[in-house]
Structure formats: C-alpha cells, structure tokens
C-alpha cells in the first residue's frame, strides 16, 4: 500500500484522482484545497488529515516524513498555473508527482522541471487518458497497420457547454488556464501526436475567450479542429435532445466513437504509474508545445477551416 497527498481536493477532477487510490488499493493520508468543500472525501478517505493552507500541509508533511511515515505520490488537481510549483513541493519532499493535464503551460516549464526531477531523483507523472481509451488505441493500431502513404484527413469537434461561472473562475482566465485551447483541449493534441506523428504546421484560425479553431498537420494527418464551451456552437440535432456536450473525430469521412469511457481512466492511469509505466515529461513535452503556439500565433483567416468556424 502506498501513501499520497492530494492538492485540489474541492476541485472538478479530484473525486476521480480520489477513486483511483481507493480503487489501487492505496491510501490517502492528507489533502490540501483552500477551498473546504470536500465532503466527497468521506466517500473514499474519511480519516485523510485535510488542511486549508499550504504551509500548514507542508509542514504536516515534513513533519509526518520526519516521523517515518514515508509519502510515495503528490497527486495535484490544482489550477494549470499551480501545477510546476506543486510539481516541485512533491518533488523535495521525496515522493513522485501526479499530475492532472496540462502537465505546465509553457515548453520552458517542462525543460526546468526535468532538471528538478533528474536532481530529486524523483518521477514526474501525467495524465494523459486518451493514450488508454480503448477507441484511440484501436485508432493507433489501426493507422500503423495501415502504412498509409498519404495523409488522413480528420475533422476534430469538441464542444463542452459552460455556464457564467466558467468566466468568473481561474479558468475564465487565459494567464492561469491557458485559454480553452489548452485547458479543454490538449488531451486532444496529445493524442494526435501519438497517433500521427510530429506537427508540421499550427494555424489558428479563431481563438476567443469561448471557443478557437485551426489546422494542424502532422506526419500523417491534416487536422481541422475547433473546441467551444459555447451552447450555441452545438449543431441542432444535439440541442434538440437536450445533450449540452458534442465530441466528433472525422477521419477520412468515418466517424472514431470513443464518447463511452472516455472520463472513466484514472484509475488505469494510476495503475500504469504505480507499475513505472505512466506519463512521463517527454509524453507531454508536444501538446505543452502546441497549445503554446496557438495561444501565440497570429491569426490567420485563409486555408483550411473547421466547417464550424464562420
């Protein structure tokens, strides 16, 4: 059985970093949120040490660590502008890192935190769930089996509607979050990276606080993509049912179905970390690069645009 700590415990993703301790067999010995609405910890480790303020964590830790109690994994769920500090704290109190997607903001933050964790010793670890879905593996298998000589052509459309509290919060904020390009949508990158090989070329074609679209090519693929947290992006068919998320991957005309399953693969992500086979710096070193870029490329109105972007 090993020990974690949990920063973010109040926060959207937590119950499922929750669940996969419990479900691993492993125990959570202490959490940290500023915000104490985390009644959900009574549903997995009700007798966790729980604590509002960083330094009373960090000295909990030193603490409990001084006293023999060895902690084995920091798992954060904390704001994506948080995640390199936190990343750091589990890094020198001696335990490896778990941390929710995007692993940092910005290419020179992985660079600095591979030198942290060649010093430490310790392992940095992402998630990255779409590498473990079973559709996109299938996906994987399917394009190397395939040896295509030219390039596939995929239309990527994922709309998650949010209310007003979206901008109120951190994550209405492009400096903390990254924009929605990186806060909903680098799990996508990462997976057509895997898939299709290096980015050859990163158009934006629209980027607004509540939606972006571009094109990516890659090795193997040419990708128009757009991503919104607006209801009125949804396309009509799914209104009228009343559906407020719509998750398309078009590739050469053929619909890749991978909506089931796709929140449930915490756990499995753990139990690749806890065999030394999770998601290192390197996995995600190409989606921290891509978001960077459409975050900072200009915007360009030509070329080939996502059927959605008008």
Request: charged share 25%; glycine share 8%.
């Amino acid at each position: 059985m090993k020990n974690f700590a949990l920063i973010g415990a109040a926060g959207y993703i937590a119950p499922r970093h929750l669940r996969a301790i419990k479900e691993t067999s492993n125990n959570l010995i202490a959490a940290l949120d500023k915000f104490d609405s985390v009644g959900v910890m009574d549903s997995y480790f009700p007798k966790a040490d729980f604590f509002v303020e960083f330094e009373r964590f960090d000295r909990h830790i030193e603490k409990i660590k001084r006293n023999g109690t060895h902690l084995d994994y920091v798992s954060i769920c904390t704001p994506n502008y948080l995640h390199d500090a936190h990343i750091r704290m589990a890094l020198r109190s001696g335990s490896d890192a778990i941390c929710e997607k995007p692993l940092v903001l910005n290419p020179w933050n992985v660079d600095a935190l591979s030198e942290i964790e060649k010093e430490s010793g310790q392992k940095i670890n992402t998630i990255l769930q779409l590498r473990l879905h079973p559709s996109i593996i299938a996906l994987k298998q399917k394009v190397e089996r395939e040896n295509k000589k030219g390039k596939y052509d995929i239309d990527l459309t994922y709309i998650t509607s949010r209310g007003n509290w979206y901008d109120v919060s951190w994550k209405g904020d492009a400096s903390k979050s990254g924009g929605i390009a990186t806060n909903i949508g680098i799990h996508f990158y990462d997976m057509l990276s895997w898939i299709f090989g290096d980015v050859q070329e990163n158009v934006v074609h629209l980027r607004d606080k509540d939606k972006s679209a571009g094109y990516l090519e890659f090795e193997k693929a040419r990708v128009r993509w757009f991503l919104s947290i607006d209801e009125n992006s949804l396309p009509q068919n799914i209104k009228e049912i009343g559906q407020r998320t719509y998750r398309s991957i078009l590739i050469d005309n053929e619909e890749i179905e991978f909506s089931a399953g796709f929140t449930d693969l915490h756990t499995v992500s753990y139990q690749g970390i806890l065999k030394g086979e999770g998601f290192g710096l390197k996995d995600a070193k190409k989606s921290v690069d891509i978001v960077h870029q459409i975050r900072n490329n200009e915007i360009i109105q030509k070329g080939g645009k996502h059927p959605f972007c008008s």
